[in-house]
Nanobody
Framework: QVQVVDSGGGLVQPGGSLRLSCVGS????????VYWYRQPPGKQRELVAT???????TYAAGVKGRFTISRENTRNTVYLQMDSLDFDDTAVYYC?????WGQGTQVTVSS
């Protein structure tokens, strides 16, 4: 069973950027789909981006063109590059692989 740890959140001004990281344990991380979710304050958790083992990516409509998901299998790591952040991107972001979830990393967009 793969375990994951997500990190990289923080406080950023509107228009700024952050890069989140999801590091997985185990020998088969590269064979898994990896998902980034987020949960804004008082709202349901929502899927933000997905990357397949081959690197095919999909995005939620609200982040397409601003967020980029990528993977570096030699490091068992998936990244979520977030650019042009705005207030609505404020949320706890979670990485998910198989049945495993990261602990979440807080992203706050504030002026």
């Amino acid at each position: 069973q793969v375990q994951v740890v997500d990190s990289g959140g923080g406080l950023v001004q509107p228009g700024g950027s952050l890069r989140l990281s999801c590091v997985g344990s185990g020998n088969f991380f590269s064979s898994y789909f990896v998902y980034w979710y987020r949960q804004p304050p008082g709202k349901q958790r929502e899927l933000v981006a997905t990357i397949t083992p081959r690197g095919t990516t999909t995005y939620a409509a609200g982040v397409k063109g601003r967020f980029t998901i990528s993977r570096e299998n030699t490091r068992n790591t998936v990244y979520l590059q977030m650019d042009s952040l705005d207030f609505d991107d404020t949320a706890v972001y979670y990485c998910a692989v198989g049945q495993s979830w990261g602990q979440g990393t807080q992203v706050t967009v504030s002026s």
